[in-house]
């Protein structure tokens, strides 16, 4: 390297953040997405990529790194990534699983022409909500920065930029700049959470800061992408996508006072809330799907607003040819959803199947009449058309391989409003963590907007009629759900301050509830723990959802009787 070159890499530096979609377990997939990366961030004239955390394994990758081949894999692949910067391209931070002795760690590498410059490990391991790093991986010691070409960098990995701790010691010990690699997942207005966290990060330690978080699903988790940087007097110097993955290549220069300053990047705005929560579905469930190795999806269609809402964004995620719906009609099915279902089958443009299951449910009744003589006809009997209903559903999935989707919104999951081996059968349920208000604000924006990038068609998709209808399960004759829930802008903001917030019965009688209803939603809630763990899992939407952020015992006698 000449001396002006040298120059120029230590006063300028062109960064480029790699915004992508890792598979956990993929190894060979990942590098070879990072080889791709690196090959674009070569052409635009990089000098550094920088990716995501344990982008080499995927994350979060739980216990396959208890697993000491997976991690030789993980270690395997840095050592290709090594060689490969001997052509003289950019420098790579990257993430991966790490061995040091009989110790197991988050780790960062930062990789040039051919060696390993450094290596640094996570300090502050996440134990809460969805994450669970202190069970699989051993805390790193307060990190130094990482010598990258004559600049300094401070490389703290995810969590550890959530406490002032890893970034003032890294300012203290000569860092220039924070790269900060990041699994973090979505939750409502997510964003505006971490762009507070990072202000706090650079009033404290004066450094900019740039935060590259993954794209893509991940089980019950939807990464969203939204990475961005903050110069160090606080300003937004760049701003990606969110939901989307992508290269962004950043230009930075260093001051007259030696800082370093962003001269150039991209500059994406953000969608607004209903936009967000849409994405986030629609890609949990493509991911969901495509990672996983399915053909398509097949759900029930009943002409109710749940349903509908799965079906649109199943076209939107995976094209309507690969969505199968089936309407399941019995004696309570109304000409009004059959109508219904039919409208938004064709506006869709999807298969659409009418399976009636009359002779199934009745079959189980005359072969149960001697065990039920003489009882009254109930909950029983409509439980038997749910699950007729499922068993279809699961035959359809088995004998074409489609996986079949759930459509229970977490108002239902909540209070158990929902039948086992019924409407909970499936493999996957993009709005389990929506209440059921918030699955009808979804409805009504979907018909007005078609966000860039989805598979479905514009206009109005959910036929009107389904959001102005009463709702109900059509299990009896003249059935409505509020026969036995409260209407649900009431029940949803009891659930709310239950689930969310932990709130007392006191707290949430003083918004206007009654106590009667507060301890009857509260019971619900605990004794329907059985069924939620047995159900489909699907995506975090909110701050609290049920199955990893939520982790209630299922025998449970405690009542706030406050």
């Known amino acids: 390297m000449t001396d002006e070159s040298a120059s120029r890499i230590e006063n300028r530096i062109r960064i480029a953040v790699a915004q992508f979609n890792p598979t956990v377990g993929d190894v060979r997939g990942n590098l070879e997405l990072a080889r791709k990366a690196?090959?674009?961030?070569?052409?635009?004239?990089?000098?550094?990529?920088?990716?995501?955390?344990?982008?080499?394994?995927?994350?979060?990758?739980?216990?396959?790194?208890?697993?000491?081949?997976?991690?030789?894999?993980?270690?395997?692949?840095?050592?290709?990534?090594?060689?490969?910067?001997?052509?003289?391209?950019?420098?790579?931070?990257?993430?991966?699983?790490?061995?040091?002795?009989?110790?197991?760690?988050?780790?960062?590498?930062?990789?040039?022409?051919?060696?390993?410059?450094?290596?640094?490990?996570?300090?502050?391991?996440?134990?809460?909500?969805?994450?669970?790093?202190?069970?699989?991986?051993?805390?790193?010691?307060?990190?130094?920065?990482?010598?990258?070409?004559?600049?300094?960098?401070?490389?703290?990995?995810?969590?550890?930029?959530?406490?002032?701790?890893?970034?003032?010691?890294?300012?203290?010990?000569?860092?220039?700049?924070?790269?900060?690699?990041?699994?973090?997942?979505?939750?409502?207005?997510?964003?505006?959470?971490?762009?507070?966290?990072?202000?706090?990060?650079?009033?404290?330690?004066?450094?900019?800061?740039?935060?590259?978080?993954?794209?893509?699903?991940?089980?019950?988790?939807?990464?969203?992408?939204?990475?961005?940087?903050?110069?160090?007097?606080?300003r937004l110097a760049f701003q990606m996508k969110q939901f989307e993955e992508g290269i962004g290549v950043t230009d930075w220069v260093r001051g007259e006072d030696g800082s370093w300053i962003c001269e150039s990047g991209p500059t994406a705005s953000l969608p607004d809330l209903h936009e967000a929560n849409w994405r986030a579905c629609v890609i949990g469930l493509r991911d969901y799907v495509r990672k996983n190795g399915f053909p398509g999806v097949v759900l029930g269609l009943s002409g109710g607003i749940d349903s509908a809402v799965v079906a649109a964004m199943a076209v939107d995620a995976l094209g309507p040819e690969k969505v199968h719906c089936v309407m399941l009609p019995y004696r309570y099915t109304s000409?009004?959803?059959?109508?219904?279902?039919?409208?938004?089958?064709?506006?869709?443009?999807?298969?659409?199947?009418?399976?009636?299951?009359?002779?199934?449910?009745?079959?189980?009744?005359?072969?149960?009449?001697?065990?039920?003589?003489?009882?009254?006809?109930?909950?029983?009997?409509?439980?038997?058309?749910?699950?007729?209903?499922?068993?279809?559903?699961?035959?359809?999935?088995?004998?074409?391989?489609?996986?079949?989707?759930?459509?229970?919104?977490?108002?239902?999951?909540?209070?158990?409003?929902?039948?086992?081996?019924?409407?909970?059968?499936?493999?996957?349920?993009?709005?389990?963590?929506?209440?059921?208000?918030?699955?009808?604000?979804?409805?009504?924006?979907?018909?007005?907007?078609?966000?860039?990038g989805m598979k479905g068609p514009g206009g109005i998709v959910i036929p009107p009629n389904i959001l102005t209808k009463e709702p109900s399960a059509e299990l009896a004759e003249g059935q409505k759900d509020q026969d036995s829930l409260p209407p649900y802008d009431a029940l949803d903001d009891i659930l709310e301050c239950l689930v969310e917030n932990e709130m007392s019965v006191g707290d949430i009688e003083a918004r206007g509830h009654s106590r009667e209803l507060i301890h009857r939603i509260e019971n619900l809630l605990y004794i329907a723990e059985y069924k939620r763990r047995q159900s489909a899992p699907g995506v975090k939407i909110t701050r609290k959802n049920f199955g990893r952020d939520r982790r209630y015992p299922i025998t449970n006698r405690f009542r706030d009787r406050s």
């Open 38 to 234: 690196r090959a674009e961030a070569t052409q635009a004239g990089a000098d550094l990529v920088l990716f995501s955390e344990l982008f080499l394994s995927g994350y979060p990758p739980e216990d396959l790194v208890l697993k000491p081949a997976f991690v030789r894999a993980c270690r395997k692949a840095l050592d290709e990534l090594v060689e490969d910067t001997k052509d003289g391209g950019p420098g790579v931070v990257i993430g991966l699983p790490w061995r040091e002795g009989e110790l197991l760690h988050n780790a960062v590498a930062v990789v040039d022409r051919g060696r390993v410059e450094g290596v640094r490990f996570k300090v502050d391991l996440p134990n809460y909500g969805e994450f669970d790093e202190k069970r699989v991986f051993q805390p790193g010691l307060l990190p130094s920065p990482v010598g990258f070409r004559g600049v300094r960098l401070g490389v703290p990995v995810c969590e550890d930029v959530w406490t002032d701790e890893v970034c003032e010691c890294l300012a203290e010990t000569g860092a220039e700049m924070l790269l900060v690699p990041n699994g973090s997942p979505y939750y409502a207005n997510k964003a505006e959470v971490r762009l507070q966290v990072a202000v706090a990060r650079v009033v404290e330690s004066g450094l900019p800061f740039i935060y590259c978080n993954q794209a893509g699903g991940q089980d019950e988790l939807v990464f969203d992408g939204g990475s961005f940087a903050l110069q160090a007097d606080r």
């Open 335 to 452: 000409e009004e959803s059959i109508t219904d279902a039919d409208q938004l089958a064709r506006d869709l443009g999807i298969r659409y199947d009418t399976v009636p299951i009359a002779e199934p449910v009745e079959g189980f009744q005359r072969a149960l009449a001697s065990v039920f003589e003489g009882t009254q006809t109930g909950v029983t009997e409509e439980n038997l058309q749910s699950r007729a209903r499922g068993v279809i559903l699961m035959a359809i999935s088995n004998k074409f391989g489609y996986m079949v989707v759930t459509t229970g919104n977490k108002s239902e999951m909540s209070v158990g409003y929902a039948t086992l081996y019924g409407d909970m059968n499936g493999g996957f349920n993009p709005i389990k963590d929506l209440y059921k208000t918030e699955v009808y604000a979804l409805a009504a924006w979907r018909n007005e907007n078609r966000p860039e």
